[in-house]
């Protein structure tokens, strides 16, 4: 991974989500309410518009919903990783979120696969949840 | 039943380009400027007497292009007393066509202009990729989405999936395209196009090839809106806006609820039929945003002109080219004509030249009704307006 990567700008919805990814979990916000999760974090649930959230740490596993092999990179940050795998991970709790899948074969990446996220450092603040298939 | 105040559009113009770029030597304002100016003419009018004005522009983001209407405004030398900078991307257009009726009907202005101009071509300024990494772009951007190619990708992928549909199918919507606008001498790529050079040309994001791409290039449009009763004092035939409709569901495509279906166009597309009292088959001509050739699939679908899932036959054996039994994209479209990053206003302009019968070798023969659709940001947002031959 090139150096310039484009990293997060932290707000007060993400922090929790961003620290708890730098401490290795995966956290994201469980309704008290209508005790479902979202993804990303917001003030309300964006199902029931409740502001009774707390983070929760979930399984890290789901599966493939859908992706796209990257042939051209999104700008010169990404040279490097060309041809790399962009997916809408579905986990097993609900939401869908973008991530990385990491792989040396991008080609058997598809559609339904199962994934497990690993946790890929990225600076003194930051630490990405990537997947790998399993 | 007929009304005095019923919106019409009396008004258009675009701008020349030569292998996409401007061919007159003016800013992206200027270029705005001229276009509206000729507008506003060839319908009698002059800009003193437009008193709407509706805008989606870019310039020098975050400069002023942010104040879109205060600063076309300002260089117009006109002081709106309507005024609407609706922005959801390419679709913004139709959803000021929209906005334009209801002021129309209300009696809120009498002469409303609707104005986009765009020269990143010749800036070569086209990369979204930089999304900057705030808010919800902060889930995205760090993992080298390509945008916006990446989302339309993913949508590609999940049809394909769910519903068979092939990189053929896809191809063939691009063919299609490149016929008409073989038609078209002001289109910018017009030399001819097979299945086999979209499937084998440069994948860009899979299943995506360089040639279910949209084309970058500068473009310029201006469309004017009045009343009924005002048109008739004017110097061109009125074409009657019958039906529009909007809706937007997600910025960031993780948040788009399915994937393989266009829940915007869908509801967009009923709203407006609805209000013209129309179906798909009431439809003599279809202008629908080609940002992709997935995004036409999903958009046909998603209007009811086939079922969902069935785009890829419906598109098969060249349906929408010319000589086909479905007119589509009749200028040659983003993919064939032009696309200044936003491309909706162009499907208008085509729709209601279609209308006024003034589009030569290309001229669909009876065309009474048509619909435009307009897609923006990354299957975020849809616009749908009817427009019918007075």
Not at chain 1, 3 to 26: F, K, N
Not at chain 2, 102 to 123: N, P, T
Request: glycine share 10%.
């Amino acid at each position: 991974m090139s150096t310039e990567q484009p990293l997060p700008v932290i707000d007060h919805d993400s922090a929790p989500y961003w620290q708890a990814a730098h401490e290795g979990r995966l956290d994201i916000p469980l309704c008290g309410d209508c005790g479902k999760h979202h993804f990303y974090p917001r003030a309300i649930c964006p199902h029931c518009h409740s502001d009774n959230l707390n983070f929760d740490t979930v399984s890290g596993r789901g599966e493939v919903h859908t992706f796209t092999i990257a042939r051209r990179p999104a700008g010169p940050a990404f040279a490097d990783d060309v041809p790399y795998v962009v997916a809408l991970i579905e986990l097993e709790e609900g939401p869908r979120m973008m991530s990385r899948i990491q792989t040396d074969d991008p080609e058997k990446v598809h559609i339904g696969a199962k994934v497990e996220v690993t946790f890929v450092k990225a600076s003194d603040e930051i630490t990405f949840p990537y997947f790998t298939m399993t | 039943m007929k009304n005095g105040r019923d919106p019409v559009i009396v008004g258009l113009a675009d701008a020349p380009i030569e292998g996409g770029k401007f061919v007159t030597k003016a800013s992206v304002l200027g270029h705005a400027a001229l276009v509206a100016k000729a507008a506003v003419e060839e319908a009698g009018l002059t800009l003193d007497d437009v008193d709407g004005l509706l805008t989606a522009g870019m310039w020098g983001v975050p400069g002023p292009g942010q104040l879109a209407t205060v600063t076309l405004g300002e260089y117009l030398g006109i002081m709106p007393t309507y005024v609407d900078g609706t922005n959801i991307g390419g679709s913004a257009f139709e959803a000021h066509v929209a906005h334009a009726a209801m002021a129309l009907r209300e009696g809120y202005c009498e002469v409303a202009l609707i104005v986009y101009s765009s020269d990143q071509k010749s800036l070569r300024s086209r990369n979204l990729g930089g999304r900057p990494s705030v808010l919800s772009m902060q889930h995205e951007t760090p993992y080298g989405m390509p945008t916006p190619v990446g989302g339309y990708a993913m949508a590609a992928q999940r049809h394909m999936h769910e519903y068979g549909t092939t990189s053929e199918n896809l191809a063939e919507i691009a063919v299609a395209t490149r016929k008409w606008a073989q038609l078209n001498p002001a289109a910018t790529r017009r030399d001819p196009l097979t299945v086999d050079d979209v499937m084998s040309s440069t994948m860009i994001s899979e299943p995506l090839h360089l040639l279910d791409c949209c084309l970058v290039t500068d473009g310029a449009g201006a469309i004017v809106m009045t009343t009924a009763e005002r048109a008739k004092d004017l110097r061109t035939k009125p074409v009657a806006v019958k039906g529009y409709g909007e809706a937007h569901t997600h910025w960031a495509i993780a948040e788009m609820p399915d994937l393989a279906r266009l829940l915007p166009a869908q509801k967009a597309g009923e709203t407006a039929m609805k209000m013209a009292g129309v179906s798909p088959s009431d439809i003599d001509v279809v202008e629908v945003y080609d940002s992709f050739t997935i995004t036409v699939l999903l958009t046909l679908e998603a209007l009811g002109f086939c079922k969902i899932g069935e785009g890829g036959d419906f598109v098969s054996g060249q349906r929408t080219a010319p000589g086909g039994a479905f007119p589509m994209n009749t200028n040659g479209g983003g993919l064939s004509a032009l696309h200044p990053g936003m491309y909706g206003i162009f499907l208008l302009i085509e729709a209601t030249r279609q209308l006024r019968g003034v589009c030569g070798d290309r001229q669909v023969a009876g065309a009474e009704t048509a619909l435009v659709h307009g897609t923006g940001g990354t299957l975020s947002s849809g616009a749908t307006v009817i427009l019918q031959k007075d």
